[in-house]
């Protein structure tokens, strides 16, 4: 069903082939007769301009208008009347034009030229001239009697023209030959591109599509690849439609996804037509487009004498190339046969009714309309037995006929409509006018402005319906009050579909900056980068710059990031030189490396991150969120940050880069000191080193085989070791041991690095260089005469269990015996280890237990402890 086949302002049947008289028809003047079919005189005022889409029709229509002194002109569409409507105010006062539809009606007493649409053409006003547009539209399924009906008997007193698509001329000539034809060629080329990738269209493309989910799928993706776009479907009010046709042509977007409705009349700067399909469902089935329909549609693309294109995109199926070359050529078909339904109509009963409605065509080149809505809707009544009952004679046949004229703009389905139907016809019928509490409960329900775009539509069709309720005067008390409720109401939600449509599928900042960016002249984007880092491009807040990374800011779609981001590093050419100079100038202080992740800061804000290098004192930079720097920029930086990281590295390790200074005099010590300094301060000892040796004065010491410094196993020269390690090798972070901690398990700390971070595996556990070599000078004093038994706290003391020290102890060179009872003059229950080394023996330590205080053949030098380390019985 559709809102189109209807008559608000009561039509005069006139029968077919009868000239027009006092029956209410347009009147013609006397010197000008209209035959019918028969023809047997031309009328040299009966016209119709006939040609493709940009051939100044519907302009020389209205010029043609405004030269009688009344006139009519029949669009098709709501939209079209109304525009045409603002367009005739403007040349002669809002006091001398009307316009009526099926939803508006606007007459001034003075009212000399009309716009209308086709189905509300006030039939019983006399004018000088008479126009309708896309008269070829006499062969659409669901409307085409209307417009059969105005081409065989609607006529001006003085001019009458039909203008419309070459189609129709053949079956024009025949039905009515006294018309004069002619025919205009479009003013501009038009010439098929092929496909189209939907992120690769030009700008000022209308892109095509045939079904709400693809439309509002494609607008979405034009949104995230080109920053916006405006949308214009059929069921659209004038005042939503307008306002998105406004975002177009104001260039705030450069993108049309719009429905089929654009093919008829809607001129706007279209440069590209793209089509994201070749089918429709046209309300019973879905078939493929016709070459002039798939012409009507791409006709919209070049405007005046500008050419036009067309083409393809997204997922559309091949065009065929006898459809190309026919839309490029204007070369289509003719029509076969033109709509007809009788409008002479029995209004005694229903049923008579709906038998004058099937009366078949009286000519050839004619056929009978399938059922519309109308006729749909009246047959549905006609079944419910109290709708018969009352529907008796003329009056209330001809109400009923009235009501079943009541477009289905919601298109909900023909039951629910019926019963709307339903309703006020008996309201009529009891009442004579539809009660004021139930047309204002009606609205009440609609006059709300929450929701999506799919319910603000579904809205905004149902309040269509009570504004074309509330212009049939005879059906409402007050009708002008009611008018204008359903004006404000149809407004307000127009407004807020509007808002939510632009809301989500615009971003003006997006595609202002997207239009600028494809600006053939290259010109600088106006930019400033605020001191708190916010980024402005041409006066939008697109993000902040931290370092020389832009950050856009979160609460930007993730769709519009890419686009913002090309705008903001074209517009920041000028900004980041002057970042760069600034960070060549900056002291170390304003500069900081992380000792845990090697992160370089400059100012609080992370900007590169250490990498290996030749050494491990020498690593490389590696810079963050470069890419808006060139390759000189880049190389200037990283030159910066060596100079800070080496001057760190020798700040954090100053003792062995004096030790280092200090040993290159001496060649004893400089081969020591080169693999101390590659290792980070630590090397392999290849020599006993006796305190006379030149390295001990130089403050090196050695352990468990280790050279080192002591001053490097403190905590942040130890971290900050560890860090330089982790970079060089390319492993991860070290957890490093707690800072008071001189033994950790070595399961807890299996990585190698901490061998040569100072802290070797001790058997079970790791002991720190500087304490294994105090345990080792200690026993050594402290056992130079006697054996001297340790105390129990000893294990805890070295941060170990006491049943890991003999283990700890072999690994120190200790020789383990087995353990034996303590001798009578020893106190304690259990057996106890004692330290040892024989006189001649190997300079290595031994483990063995005591058998008496005192063992034979020992000197004072060779007990070097008496060790009580009591251990389970």
Request: charged share 25%; aromatic share 6%; with cysteine.
């Amino acid at each position: 069903m559709t809102g189109f086949s209807t008559h608000p302002f009561p039509l005069c049947p006139l029968p077919a082939c009868a000239p027009a008289g006092a029956d209410g028809s347009f009147a013609r003047s006397s010197g000008h007769s209209f035959h019918g079919a028969a023809g047997r005189e031309t009328d040299h005022h009966l016209h119709a301009i006939l040609g493709p889409t940009n051939t100044g029709k519907t302009h020389f229509a209205i010029e043609r208008m405004l030269a009688h002194p009344s006139g009519i002109i029949g669009f098709p569409l709501r939209l079209l009347a109304r525009e045409n409507y603002e367009r005739l105010v403007a040349r002669k006062g809002a006091s001398r034009v009307a316009l009526i539809t099926g939803e508006e009606k606007i007459i001034p007493p003075d009212a000399r030229w009309f716009s209308c649409t086709v189905e509300a053409m006030p039939v019983d006003r006399q004018v000088s001239f008479l126009a309708i547009d896309e008269i070829q539209l006499c062969a659409d399924p669901e409307r085409g009697h209307i417009f059969t009906s105005r081409l065989l008997h609607a006529r001006g007193t003085g001019e009458t023209l039909f203008l419309g698509a070459e189609t129709i001329a053949p079956l024009m000539r025949r039905l009515v030959p006294e018309i004069t034809i002619d025919t205009r060629p479009r003013l501009s080329a038009l010439t098929f591109t092929g496909p189209t990738r939907l992120e690769k269209l030009p700008a000022r493309s209308a892109i095509v599509a045939f079904s709400a989910a693809e439309l509002y799928a494609i607008a979405e993706l034009i949104r995230s690849r080109r920053g916006g776009c405006a949308v214009v479907m059929g069921q659209m009010s004038p005042r939503t439609r307008n306002a998105q046709v406004e975002l177009y042509q104001n260039r705030e977007v450069d993108y049309l996804v719009a429905t089929d409705a654009i093919g008829m009349g809607l001129n706007m700067d279209i440069a590209h037509v793209a089509f994201a399909g070749l089918a429709k469902f046209d309300g019973s089935r879905r078939r493929p487009l016709t070459a002039s329909e798939i012409a009507q549609i791409a006709g919209r693309a070049g405007r005046g004498a500008k050419d036009g294109t067309f083409g393809t995109t997204g997922r559309c199926p091949l065009m065929p190339d006898p459809i190309i070359e026919a839309v490029e050529n204007h070369q289509f078909d003719p029509l076969e046969r033109l709509i007809w339904r009788n409008d002479k109509l029995d209004f005694s009963s229903p049923r008579a009714l709906m038998a004058s409605l099937s009366v078949p065509p009286p000519m050839r080149g004619l056929q009978a309309s399938e059922p519309t809505s109308d006729a749909l809707i009246l047959a549905t009544l006609a079944h419910e037995p109290q709708i018969m009952a009352t529907a008796t004679g003329r009056a209330h046949t001809k109400m009923l006929w009235d009501v079943c004229q009541i477009p289905d703009f919601r298109k909900i389905g023909e039951r629910s409509h019926a019963q709307l139907c339903s309703r006020v016809f008996s309201l009529l019928v009891e009442q004579r006018r539809l009660p004021a509490a139930w047309m204002e409960e009606q609205l009440g329900r609609l006059d709300r402005v929450d929701g999506d775009v799919d319910t603000l539509m579904q809205r905004l069709a149902g309040i269509r319906i009570w504004s074309y309720i509330a212009n049939r005067e005879h059906w409402v008390r007050n009708a002008p009050v009611w008018q204008e409720r359903t004006r404000v109401v149809e407004d307000k939600v127009s407004d807020a579909l509007h808002e939510r449509l632009t809301a989500r599928f615009v971003d003006r900042r997006s595609a202002h900056l997207i239009r600028l960016l494809e600006n053939e002249n290259n010109a600088p984007l106006l930019s400033a980068v605020k001191s708190d880092g916010e980024v402005v491009v041409e006066g939008h807040p697109v993000g902040r710059m931290q370092g020389f990374q832009l950050h856009l800011d979160s609460d930007l779609p993730q769709s519009d990031r890419a686009t913002l981001a090309r705008a903001a590093r074209r517009a920041l050419r000028t900004e980041i030189p002057l970042r760069v100079q600034a960070c060549q100038h900056a002291d170390d202080t304003a500069f900081m490396l992380d000792h845990r992740t090697g992160d370089i800061t400059w100012e609080g804000v992370e900007i590169a991150r250490l990498r290996a290098g030749r050494d491990v004192l020498h690593p490389t930079i590696m810079l963050r969120g470069d890419d808006l720097l060139d390759t000189r920029q880049r190389e200037s930086v990283r030159t910066r940050l060596s100079e800070f990281v080496s001057r760190h590295i020798e700040q954090e390790l100053a003792p062995l880069f004096r030790t280092h200074a200090r040993a290159a005099a001496s060649a004893e010590t400089r081969g020591a000191l080169h693999e101390m300094m590659e290792g980070a301060g630590q090397a392999r000892a290849r020599f006993p080193l006796t305190k006379h040796h030149p390295l001990h004065r130089l403050g090196v010491h050695c352990a468990l085989g280790w050279l080192y410094l002591p001053s490097l196993l403190k905590p942040r020269p130890m971290r900050f070791r560890a860090l330089l390690m982790a970079v060089h090798s390319g492993a991860g972070a070290l957890e490093m041991p707690p800072p008071s901690a001189v033994s950790v398990p070595v399961t807890a700390f299996p990585s190698a690095h901490f061998d040569e971070l100072g802290w070797p595996a001790c058997g079970p556990v790791r002991l720190r260089l500087d304490m294994a070599e105090k345990l080792v000078r200690t026993l050594s004093f402290r056992t130079r005469q006697n054996s001297v038994a340790l105390p129990e706290h000893f294990a805890p003391w070295l941060g170990t269990k006491a049943a890991d020290v003999p283990a700890i102890l072999r690994a120190l060179g200790l020789r383990l015996e087995a353990p034996r009872p303590l001798p009578s003059n020893m106190a304690g229950p259990n057996p106890f280890w004692v330290v040892s080394r024989p006189q001649n023996g190997p300079k290595k330590h031994h483990l063995r237990s005591v058998k008496s205080r005192r063992p034979a053949k020992e000197t004072p030098f060779a007990v070097l402890s008496s060790l009580l380390i009591r251990t389970p019985a």
